[in-house]
């Protein structure tokens, strides 16, 4: 990681990675980010993943597809990516540009992403 | 004027000295250089004063660009300013001498000025500028003339031709700082964060709001992207429109390798990502009015306005 | 204030005072002024102007216009008459005095001062030339001021009511926890649907909802964009977390939607209101489950 604050904390919680976005990304710092998280879900055999954007507020073709990008990568390894904290005004302009999160669950926030895997894994147990 | 108080006290023939320092001192002030300014005002105030050998130093190779400048004028042109500048001749007595307007005095004074700054740049570095085009570019930022500017395409220009970046800068540096306008060099990622940073702060200070600002900030953020992709260096100009409404237009250049197919970059389906992987239908979709020129070779140019409280936005 | 000749000769500069015949002639109109506002209303009247108004309010405004309008060729200032345009414009407009009512008075007024002129001074053609040169710019230059401040007026309120509609026709209803309905009444055009889509998307934020049933029974008719508009906010809504459930949607609009390229088997439609409140009450009790049952497929 390069220095100054951290633009991405990754967070685990049981099987579970939380990703928080800090801040605004730029393509390359996306790339890493998506490197790093797939990692991470290699090494602690993840089984969900929360990523956390509310604190982008532009969500352009390539932040969108970063994020597809790491869902299918997680889904092949047997973990369900939520996208969750997406911004009413981020929410439509992406809506504008075509793109939208495919297949990808999203919820209004981490707590509302964190009861759908519960509810997930329920429903799973079941 | 500072010189007129001073005239009777100088012999006939040092005249043209004094107003160089004057001349200087003038350019001095425009370009906001202060401690050049505070040292030039030292000199001017106290004639007889003389410089220490540092400034003598730094000096001497200035006041032969100065005298470089000023003998690339036009006869006529050197002797207006002159008179103006240094014997402070007012604008509307040079017009009744000329049999003209003062208006149109003053407007004579201004493009002198603003080429005296020209000349005096290129005197300073020993360059002729490479092609003809260089000249008008370079004036017409000196004179801050914005319709000038767009006529000889001056930013195009400044993306082409490397003496003129480089002389440009101190150009653009003068005048008065403009809020409506702002320019983003586009040559890596983290341009395009600069780039829509930029244009959101704008358009917020024109009161867009809300899902317009997101949504011009994501189509800056897909031009400027293509510029990266595509062409390595470029830029964004994102300018406060007042006329024929308020809005926002952006235009973001490039000296790339153009795009072939025009009308297939611009298609896509409704809400797949396909095309040709360029952003542009999308941003085409974000903004108001949406416009691409490109030639194969020569680059690309994206215009794209979005207006404050548009009618037709959905 | 002292606006007699004192007022005349202090303001050199002024088009209107700088004629020595005014003075004459505002003398003139002053003097015969309850007979010319009386004739002046009585012409009012009969063209069936301003109709709106009492017999007494008419006495009252016609009297106040009347010695405003002498008082701008008095003094060549129209600032007062501006005032009292702009007050007197949003007393009628309530009313629904048109601007041609408004324009149409002035014209009256500016014709009826200008034939008593003319009887008053047709003996002497040259004299009667001077007067209506004198006179005819000045009352030109009142028309267009008592016009242009009824116009300004009257956008002014047209603009605070759209503003007022606008607020009342999207309301957002959060009926019980996490379920939000949007009731669009009236006709959509861009402008407003975009203000309901923002008010929409913000709510769903606000509400922390699940669901939200957008009922179009109310809206007659919407065009393509605005269809792209509707499809945009459900997809928006999505991202955000919250399923859309559209209630109401004639077969106008169904069609509408077709031809704009929309799969409408991957909307949520449900015939009616009713219907639409029990299908969200089911997603909000097995949202889950549903969703995984559609994902695993």
Partial sequence: MNSGPALVSILRQGDTLVASVHTALDDSEMIRFQNDLVRQIGEVRARGIIIDVAALDVIDSFGSRTLRSIADIARLRGATTVIVGIQPEVAFAMV??????????????????LAYLARLRAVGAS | MRVLAAEDRIEPGMIEPYAIATVRNVMATMWRRDD?????????????????????LVASEEQLAINEALRRLTDRERQVLLAHEVSGAATQMLADEAGSTAGAVAAQLKRTRARLRVEYLLALDHIEPPTDRCRPVLLALSSADRRRQREVDAARHLLECDVCAR???????RGPVRD???????????????????????????????????????????????IVRFADNGDVTIELLERPRRGIRVVARDMGPGIADVEAALQDGYSTYSGLGLGLPGARRLMDEFNLVSEAGHGTTVSMTKWFDPKGSA | MNTDETAMDTEPGSSLSGNHLL????????????????????RIRDAHLLEAMTPQEMVAETTSVYDNYVEVLETGSVEALQHYARDLSERIIPRGVETHEVVGIVLLLRDVLARSLFEKYQRDFGLLN???????????????????????????????????????????????????????????????????????????????????????????????????HLVQTVDASRLMGASVIITGLSPTIAQTLVTIGVDLSKMNTIGDLQGGLEEAERLLGYSVTRKEVSEGS
């Fill in chain 2, 36 to 56: 050049r300014e505070v040292r030039n005002r030292h000199r001017v105030f106290d004639p007889t004063q003389p410089d220490d050998v540092e400034n003598v």
């Fill in chain 3, 130 to 228: 001077q007067i209506l040169d004198a006179y005819e710019p000045a009352a030109n230059r009142i028309a267009n001021t008592v016009a242009v401040s009824f116009v300004d007026e009257r956008e002014r309120v047209i603009r605070q009511q759209q503003d007022a509609i606008r607020e009342l026709s999207t309301p957002v209803l959060p009926v019980r926890e996490r379920l939000l309905i949007l009731p669009i009444i009236g006709v959509l055009d861009s402008e407003r649907a975009k203000q309901l889509t923002e008010q929409l998307l913000s709510g769903i934020r606000t509400h922390r909802a699940k669901v939200v049933v957008i009922d179009i029974t109310g809206a007659p008719d919407v065009d393509e964009t605005v269809a792209n």
């Fill in chain 2, 180 to 226: 409506d306008v702002l320019h983003v060099t586009i040559g890596a990622d983290p341009d395009i964060v600069s780039a829509r940073r930029a244009a959101r702060d704008l358009a917020a200070q024109a009161g867009f709001t809300g899902t317009d600002l997101t949504m011009l900030a994501t189509a800056v953020s897909e031009v400027a992207r293509n």
């Fill in chain 2, 167 to 173: 002389l440009s800068e101190p150009l653009l540096d």
């Fill in chain 1, 96 to 113: 504008r540009l075509g793109m939208d999160m495919g297949q990808v669950p999203t919820a209004l926030d981490l707590e509302e992403g």
């Fill in chain 3, 23 to 42: 003075p004459q002639l505002v003398a003139h109109l002053r003097e015969h002024r309850a007979k010319l506002r009386d004739e002046w209303a009585s």
